[in-house]
Structures are given as C-alpha cells and as structure tokens.
C-alpha cells in the first residue's frame, strides 16, 4: 500500500494563477483532510471531508475549494493565487471515527510545498 | 485563538538524556490527546496518544503525562536519541455527542534536537 500519496511535491506559482493539490489515499479510509503547515504555526485544517460528495470547511478555507467526488482522491484547487497561500500542505486520511475510545490516526502524505511569488 | 498552546518552541538535548515538552489545553471538551512526530520532508505520523481516564501512557521511551485538573499534558521522551530529532506535534479533539469527532486541533510544534 502507498497510503497517502499527495502531487505535485514542489510548485512555484505566480500570483493569480490557479492549481490542484492532488491527494489520493488507498487505504479505504472514509474521512480526508487538508492542512496547511506554515514555519511555527503546526498545521491549520482548511477542509475536511467524511465521505465522498461530502465536505466541510475547516479553520482557514478562504481561497480554497475542494471536491470528494471518490473514496480514494480528495484534490485542493486554489484559484487565484496569493502571497499568503505560500505555506506547506498536507493532505491526511482516517477511518471512520467510532464510538468513544475508537479514535482512529490520520495518516498524513508528504506534503505539497507551495511558493506564489 | 489559539486552543492548545505548546512549549517549548525548541529544545536541545544531550543523547542519553530525558526531552519534556509540555503542552495547555483550553476547552474541557477536549478528551482525546495525540502526540505527532514529524521528519524534516515528511508528513507527520502518529507517536503516541492518551484520553484523559488515565493519568499516564508509556509506549517503549516514549510516556505521556496528563493532568486534568490542570488541562495540561505532557510528552517524556527518555533516553533520547538523534533518530528522535523531529519536530513534535501535541494535539486534541473532542469525541462529541453521538462518540465521533474527528478534527484534530494541533499545538505549534516543538523542534527536538538530540546531540549525539
């Protein structure tokens, strides 16, 4: 199994211009994350996802769209590009989280590290 | 607002040695507690975790502290090795009504260093 398997793991944008993080994950895994990690802030949730045609919108979702349209792939599109979007992000997938007691780990790729300049 | 606060920010330590970084929670919701680890160019991966029925997990050289009353918890890495150097994530969740949440509310991160 690869696990989680995120794509490109380098970009450099320019202002403006639009991208998608890929994500995929092969471990049946029903819920799927987005973080972004900037230097000395640990990582934010931007959108979360609990099945596919399911999402949510976590802490920081502005300028992001996301899409579950299969269990397996969970893409991040950014649409214009800013400055601030520079940062590190990881996509993370779990089971289904059970009764109390069952909490299951995310399990993280490793990582898109994105530059807008 | 920031829910978990972690510290330290970095932290040197000798091999051989006991490596302690704390970390403060806010909301008494919170009941589940997980420790990460993360290698400079990967994700970060499950280390250790605890609820807060038990006042004390240990998981080979690696024993999370907890005190409720406080809100406070705490990771002991004894023994410390220069494979542990990694950055350190604390975080925590709350199993809500119906016994399922699953957002994790991440501290800042503690860089570890061990010197050999």
């Known amino acids: 199994n690869a696990g989680v398997t995120q794509t490109p793991k380098f970009r450099i944008l320019k202002i403006g211009q639009s991208m998608t993080l890929q994500c995929a994950q092969d471990m049946n895994h029903n819920y799927m994350y987005w973080y972004r990690q900037d230097p000395g802030m640990g990582l934010k949730l931007i959108y979360y996802?609990?099945?596919?045609?399911?999402?949510d919108k976590g802490e920081v979702p502005n300028g992001y769209n996301v899409s579950r349209s299969t269990t397996e792939d969970f893409p991040l599109r950014l649409e214009l590009a800013a400055p601030s979007q520079t940062s590190v992000y990881f996509c993370?997938?779990?089971?289904?989280?059970?009764?109390?007691?069952?909490?299951?780990?995310?399990?993280f790729g490793d990582g898109t590290r994105l530059s807008i300049l | 607002q920031q829910q978990v606060k972690q510290s330290p920010q970095s932290l040197i330590v000798q091999k051989g040695g006991i490596s302690i970084i704390n970390c403060a929670y806010e909301?008494?919701?919170?009941?589940?507690f997980p420790w990460y680890q993360q290698f400079p160019g990967k994700g970060p991966a499950l280390l250790i975790a605890?609820?807060?029925?038990?006042s004390e997990k240990k998981e080979g050289r690696f024993t999370i502290s907890f005190n409720k009353s406080a809100k406070q918890f705490s990771l002991h890495i004894m023994d410390s090795q220069p494979g542990d150097s990694a950055t350190y994530f604390c975080?925590?969740?709350?199993?809500?009504?119906?016994?399922?949440?699953?957002?994790?509310?991440f501290g800042k991160g503690t860089l570890l260093t061990v010197n050999p």
């Open positions: 996802s609990v099945g596919a045609g399911i999402t």
């Open positions: 605890i609820r807060p029925d038990v």
């Open positions: 993370a997938s779990s089971y289904a989280q059970g009764r109390r007691g069952s909490n299951q780990p995310q399990h």
């Open positions: 909301n008494t919701a919170f009941d589940y």
């Open positions: 975080a925590a969740s709350e199993e809500s009504s119906g016994g399922s949440n699953y957002k994790l509310t």
